[in-house]
């Protein structure tokens, strides 16, 4: 079974503009969660959606956002980039079913850089 | 609220040597599951284990085990005749009864494992 794939591995904006980040679940996985990483704040929750419907939210400025499609995949968007924006961004597939029991499979991240 | 605390930040062994890692978690659910995630450089978390609040059993996986103490809230990780390979950042992740699949992460401890 293929894992979690994430495109672009890297990328590189410039301040004020916009990026999608994609993401490929695993196979027959339903949920879809997103995280940022920075040395600073470590692993943050960005938001989790399944069937296609946003079932948690981090504390992410609005800048942040995302949308899941009937194959499950997922984008998240940043607008207004900003340099501190600057993070690998991991996304992470699981079985979901509202139950909380599940573990989630990581992909190899979106490294961003915003300069 | 949530919240998983690693206090070691940093530990250095020799190959061979037996190395544990600590994690300890705050969470007033009384239904929640702890995790353990391995950083290589690479970037990807690779699912290591999980373990849910009901079952006080320790686990065995090869070179690795668990220890899961619900009286001390800790939940440590513990690398058997450690291998070079073994370098990388590990993360303890708890999860709520609430909030879906959302992953609260420790601030990690990098593990350097030297011939």
């Known amino acids: 079974k293929a894992g979690v794939t994430q495109t672009p591995r890297y990328l590189i904006k410039t301040r004020g503009q916009q990026v999608t980040l994609s993401c490929s679940p695993i196979?027959?996985?339903?949920?879809v969660s997103w995280y940022q990483q920075t040395p600073g704040q470590g692993l943050q929750f960005l938001f989790e959606?399944?069937?296609?419907?946003?079932?948690n939210k981090g504390n992410f400025p609005g800048r942040f956002s995302g949308r899941q499609f009937s194959n499950s995949r997922s984008e998240m968007n940043v607008s207004t980039l900003e340099l501190g924006d600057s993070a690998l961004y991991l996304c992470?597939?699981?079985?979901?079913?509202?139950?909380?029991?599940?573990?989630?499979?990581f992909g190899p991240g979106t490294r961003l850089t915003v300069t | 609220a949530q919240k998983v605390t690693q206090a070691q930040t940093e530990i250095s062994v020799v190959e061979k040597e037996d190395v544990t890692l600590d994690c300890v978690y705050e969470?007033?659910?009384?239904?929640?599951?702890l995790f353990w995630y391995k950083q290589p450089p690479s970037g990807e978390l690779v699912f290591l284990i999980r373990?849910?609040?009901?079952?006080?059993q320790n686990e065995i996986s090869g070179r690795y085990s668990w220890n899961f103490q619900k009286s001390t809230s800790s939940f440590n990780f513990t690398i058997t005749a450690s291998q070079v390979v073994d370098s990388a950042v590990y993360f303890c992740?708890?999860?709520?009864?609430?909030?879906?699949?959302?992953?609260?992460f420790g601030t990690g401890t990098r593990l350097l494992v030297s011939p």
């Open positions: 992470a597939s699981s079985l979901g079913r509202g139950d909380a029991s599940y573990e989630q499979y």
């Open positions: 196979s027959g996985h339903r949920s």
């Open positions: 959606y399944f069937s296609e419907t946003q079932r």
């Open positions: 373990r849910n609040s009901f079952d006080e």
């Open positions: 969470t007033r659910d009384t239904t929640y599951y």
């Open positions: 992740a708890l999860k709520g009864n609430t909030g879906f699949q959302k992953l609260v």
